[in-house]
């Protein structure tokens, strides 16, 4: 039996699937500040036009740009790969395979949507790109893009990661965009923080609010987002796409699939594919894996909230933990947000999705036995998959069943090792928010 299951290049999908054709319920729209479903021109100064047709198309096949897809060709098809390793220390009769998506040149899956939506900017005029980055695993995404497709780029990162991870803000100059410490002199927005308080360390909300002021406030500029929308789940359905070849190649199906859930890409990436045989009857879990310190899916409210702290963007439907909610900063990886996508937060809410939350100590055991049996040092966010793969293979030896398990690998961990010197040293502990502090976190996030 291989190892690896592989695609050839020209096995790339030339397609992207778009589950709103097939969603069998009808998803909230988002809101514009006056209370009213946002019109897709409000989008416009930020997004081109190509994005805001495929944020709200109901076509169920989306044809990838043929360039788009050489470009996909640097790093695609990703392998599928089976882990023996994994199985053999776990003593299961499931058969765990992972999608590794840390091949990329940026370590992650991010570039499946990056790549995509500098193309469509070059392709309507646009000269400059601007977003914000917390961790540095999406700046570095979309300054790769850019690079490529010959745009410029400028990455706000939150002040506190700036300083923390160096070598992601080297990555990012490497690909030639540029980079500020948020809150920075660059905006209004930024300089008003500054002036409060000088040795403010940032948040994403704060970079947010001047990525789209610089956006909002230059002609030949736009605004680029990594996670949460619609189109930056379609173009991450490439995932799931390839991993049914794969499958398809070797005669086999997952019983279930897994992923970490931040904002909802690459869950929605790999899985997407996989509800298009779930609504025509097939028999298959779809699981996404949240840490307990920011529990989303599993214990946030379902209703409208706005997308960042600040209170500035369109407000969605979607499970939330309030907008001002904050894990405390002790806690390692991305899985951070508040939010998650309205599609995800929609299938989990009409029983079509299952979520799970984990404590980080045994995520990141999960991760050192994943280092140790299958070679590659996780991201931290890709941990949680991993432990709910392992959780998932257990039950299966307890019950004395075979099943077929598969996760996504969104990402490697050589840029996070900061966080595993720490829990190697003791450092890092579980962290579960109470229900009084959920409640706080949702009056206090009032919309
Ligand atoms: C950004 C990131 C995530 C979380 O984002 P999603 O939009 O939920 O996919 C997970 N894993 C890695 C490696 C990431 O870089």
Known sequence: MNKKILLEEN?????????????????DPPLGPDGKPLTPDALAPIFPMKLIEQ??????????????????????PTPLVRAYGLEKALETPAKIYFKNESVSPAGSHKPNTSVPQAYYN????????????GAGQWGSALAFA??????????????????QKPYRASMIRAWGASIFPSPSEQTSVGREFLKKDPDSSGSLGIAI??????????????????????????H???????????????GEYPDVVLAPCGGGSNLGGISFPFYRDKFAGKRIRIVAVEPKSCPTLTRGEFKYDFGDSAGMTPLIKMFTLGHNYAPPS???GGLRYHGDSPIVSSLVKNGLMEALSVNQLETFEAALLFAKTEGIIPAPESAHAIRGALIEALRAKEEGKEKTILFNLSGHGHFDMSAYDDY???????????DEQIKRSLSLSKI
């Open 11 to 27: 096995e790339i999908p030339s397609y992207w699937y778009n589950i709103l054709a097939d969603l069998p319920f009808p998803l």
């Open 122 to 133: 070059k392709l309507e005029g646009i000269k400059r790109l601007s977003t914000e980055t």
């Open 424 to 434: 190697l040293a003791g450092k890092l502990s579980n962290y579960e928010v109470t």
């Open 146 to 163: 850019c690079g490529l497709v010959g745009l410029e780029c400028t990455v706000y990162m939150v002040k506190v990661s700036f300083q």
């Open 209 to 234: 609010s001047e990525a789209t002021e610089d956006a909002a406030t230059h002609e030949d500029t736009h605004y680029s987002l990594g996670s949460v929308l619609n189109h930056v789940l379609l």
């Open 55 to 76: 944020e709200v198309s109901r076509q169920a096949e989306i044809p990838i740009p043929e360039e788009v897809r050489r470009y996909y060709a640097y790093w695609r």
């Open 330 to 332: 002790i806690h390692a």
């Open 236 to 250: 991450q359905t490439i995932i799931g796409l390839e991993a049914k070849k794969q499958f398809e190649k070797i």
